[in-house]
């Protein structure tokens, strides 16, 4: 009894050795093992090359070796589709990756993320441009601002808003319009940025002149 059990132990830690050493086979490896050990026995014992029940004799060595052969072909599979559940999990999770990675700012691999309406082709290049200029710089997953609020919310609102300046002869001096594109993003940039109230900032400067170094944020747009 000891020497089946022995025996079968010993074929399947072959068999997973041999599917550790060739990853890319594994699962076939796996299945052709647990249908020859399944089969086979099942074949021997129809030809009568095996009699599990000699005798009427249901707890002989024979017996409980057939039992636990097949066992050992059942967890083979189950090893095997269990394999195949793990590679459906790193394919979702590589193909998550590759989404993300064209939602991302173009200046570093990675860290900083651009998800739902943050995500705009303006924003990518902007934001670029501000990192090289360093206006910003990544944090983490977010950005960190190193000027005043206000000319964040300026630029934030040119992006997603279309606000823009709008000189004036009569003041000599450009005015902050909003623009009509869309309901500004606060909650969404305000977490991007770990700066609240971005939204109240661009609010209490509508129509108002427009922030100091604004023209320099201004270029990031040509």
Same mark, same amino acid.
């Not at 083979?76 to 090893?79: G, P, T, Y």
């Not at 000599?172 to 623009?179: A, L, N, P, T, V």
């Given at each position: 009894m000891l020497q089946i059990i022995f025996l079968v132990i010993g074929l399947c830690i072959i068999v997973l050795a041999l599917s550790f050493a060739f990853k890319r086979y594994a699962r076939l490896i796996l299945w052709s093992s647990a249908i020859t050990l399944f089969a086979g026995t099942l074949l021997l014992v129809g030809v009568g090359v095996i009699n599990p029940i000699d005798g009427d004799n249901a707890g002989s060595t024979t017996f409980w070796g057939t039992i636990i052969t097949l066992i050992s072909g059942a967890a083979?599979? @189950?090893?095997a589709e269990m394999l195949k559940e793990g590679n459906k999990g790193k394919i979702k999770v590589q193909n998550g990756n590759s989404s993300v990675s064209e939602e991302q700012s173009v200046c570093d691999e990675g860290a900083v993320v651009l998800t739902g309406m943050l995500n705009t082709e303006l924003a990518v290049k902007v934001f670029a441009k501000a990192i090289e200029t360093g206006y910003m710089s990544e944090k983490g997953s977010h950005y960190k601002w190193n000027?005043? &609020?206000v000319l964040l919310a300026y630029m934030c609102g040119r992006i997603y808003c279309g606000? &823009?300046?709008?000189?004036?002869?009569?003041?000599?001096?450009? @005015?902050?319009? @909003?623009?009509?594109?869309g309901v500004f993003p606060d909650t969404e940039l305000s977490h991007l940025f770990e700066m609240p109230d971005l939204g109240q900032s661009r609010s209490n400067r509508k129509d108002l002149v427009v922030p100091a170094k604004s023209k320099e944020i201004d270029k990031f747009f040509e």
């Open positions: 083979l599979a @189950f090893c000027d005043s &609020k606000d &823009k300046p709008v000189y004036s002869d009569m003041d000599e001096k450009s @005015f902050w319009k @909003f623009g009509r594109l």
